[in-house]
């Protein structure tokens, strides 16, 4: 046990999950970064040669988005990715996360075709990190997709896993020299259950069948690039490759919740996640039976969540080389009274499993209910990910604080890094092997549903600005004291935690 484990460990064994009063060192393999993904920082939507996705298509054409806040030039960092770089830079990152467009790499969403356009831009920003000595972690696939790939089907087909296979392969092959971490696909669930709910691209109402489709032909199309990586790739370049998956913490209401709780996690996170890091593989059981029977009692002659074969289960199987955690938030699970009106998914229930979900009164809270702080949630959250899966490596690769007051000095959200941050010292001083954290986000950028009114950044964007003038927040100056001296500094700048 080094230094750092050692000290936490011996507040820890007073047994309790608060927090800690000391100021503690981050190890030095830890690395912090910051995330963003295309489609929400670009812009340049028809720059070049670049395709249609399936974003550009709803804000375009669907009168029900197009008024609302919308891509087309977000923060430009399709001409200002130097100064994104530069933030990085002020920031002190170890790594910057971004993903690729496919539809700016692949115009023709296939891979007859690769953009010189697209080659550059993405070369320029990864050359131009390793410049700085900041490592780029690459998503290749964060909810856009191109919009000739939706109209043959999208990822309700399953040909979109060779579609998909093609793309990553070109990826693989144009950047694996210098990008070492690859997240292939960004949260499931965030595309497959609001895209088939008629929330978010592709804006369909496949909530019944589609999203299952969805569901299963994301994890081929994932366990066909890690395996192509793997094989292909891994011999010459020694990266690492994952998914990015959305979990937040839930835990039971009462003791009589614990069980539809267990359904919970299974049914949120679970179906993404559980055949490529449970050691069996396989749908979760639980909720597999539990789709089964209630798909018979609805009449259908099979389950709505489509069966996996042998090979597909061994296919899947292990297709990870850490596990990539997107968490900002904690929930609490209950059953649906008889009756009652079901919140919706994913954000306040499921009619499918018949839950809601709620805050528990003691968590502070954000301004919108369904995002309440529970920072002990993130560790209780790691030490189920290491007992469930035994998994070997943990990347945080999002977590950050929503704030509809867009102003510079935003002490809320420094205090949501401070305490998510410490609970990862005290997670790895319980032994998990937690290597990095990518606060979500480097900058404002277009929230999907919520446009530009709702911030993540750690630069304020000034979207009424033709050169969208980066600014930083005290959170950045806080940000760049952490990686810089490695430690949380409770004392910072007049903030009273302890
Ligand atoms: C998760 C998504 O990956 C990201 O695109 C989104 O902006 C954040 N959560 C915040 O909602």
Redesign the pocket.
């Known amino acids: 046990m080094d230094s750092v484990r050692l000290a936490v460990f011996s507040i820890l064994i007073s047994g309790s999950w608060c927090s800690v009063t000391k100021d503690l060192k981050f190890p030095e393999w830890f690395k912090f970064g910051a995330a963003t993904?295309a489609y929400?920082v670009e812009g340049g939507w028809n720059s070049s040669d670049k395709g249609e996705n399936t974003w550009d298509r709803l804000f375009h054409s669907n009168p029900e988005f197009s008024s609302q806040d919308n891509g087309d030039v977000a923060c430009d960092s399709y001409h200002l990715w130097r100064r994104d770089i530069e933030m990085a830079e002020e920031l002190g990152l170890d790594i910057y996360r971004f993903s690729l467009s496919w539809a700016r790499l692949l115009p023709n969403g296939f891979a007859n075709k690769i953009s010189e356009d697209g080659k550059r831009y993405y070369n320029n920003l990864i050359d131009g990190l390793l410049e700085k000595g900041i490592e780029p972690v690459v998503t290749l696939y964060?909810?856009d997709l191109p919009q000739i790939l939706q109209d043959l089907g999208g990822w309700a087909n399953p040909l979109i896993s060779d579609w998909f296979a093609d793309y990553a392969r070109v990826a693989f092959t144009l950047f694996g020299d210098r990008v070492k971490t690859w997240l292939t696909i960004?949260?499931p669930l965030?595309f497959c259950d609001t895209g088939y709910s008629k929330q978010q691209a592709p804006y369909i109402d496949g909530e019944v069948i589609a999203k299952y489709l969805c569901n299963k032909y994301t994890l081929i199309s994932h366990a066909k690039a890690w395996r192509i990586y793997d094989e292909e790739f891994r011999p010459r370049y020694h990266g690492k490759v994952s998914l990015?998956t959305?979990f937040n913490w839930y835990e039971p209401a009462t003791p009589e919740d614990k069980e539809i709780t267990d359904l919970m996690r299974e049914y949120w996170e679970g179906r993404f996640a559980y055949p490529i890091f449970s050691k069996e593989g396989g749908w979760p059981p639980t909720l597999e039976k539990f789709m089964a029977d209630k798909s018979k009692q609805e009449g259908y002659s099979r389950s709505r969540l489509p069966p996996l074969t042998a090979e597909e289960i061994e296919l899947i199987r292990g297709t990870y080389d850490f596990y990539g955690l997107?968490h900002?938030l904690s929930r609490r699970i209950r059953k649906a009274r008889p009756g009652e009106k079901i919140g919706t998914w994913p954000l306040y229930g499921s009619d499918e499993i018949n839950i809601q979900m709620e805050s528990d009164p003691s968590w502070e809270t954000t301004g919108l209910d369904w995002f309440p702080i529970n920072p002990a949630g993130l560790r209780k959250q790691l030490h189920w990910l290491n007992q469930t899966y035994g998994v070997n490596e943990v990347m945080i690769t999002?977590n950050?604080y929503?704030d509809l007051d867009k102003h510079l000095d935003d002490t809320a959200r420094i205090k949501y890094m401070r305490d998510y941050l410490e609970q990862i010292q005290l997670a790895i001083a319980d032994g998990i092997n937690v290597t990095a954290y990518m606060a979500?986000?480097l900058m404002d950028?277009l929230?999907?549903l919520g446009g530009y009114g709702a911030s993540?950044g750690l630069y304020q964007v000034d979207f009424t600005d033709d050169n969208r003038t980066r600014t930083p927040r005290e959170s950045a100056r806080y940000y760049s004291r952490v990686t810089r001296t490695r430690s949380l500094h409770h004392d910072h700048e007049g903030l009273n935690y302890v």
Do not use: K, P, T, V
Request: hydrophobic fraction near 40%; proline fraction near 0%.
């Open positions: 993904a929400q964060h909810f960004n949260e965030g990015a959305i997107n900002y999002e950050g929503l979500w986000s950028n929230e999907w993540f």
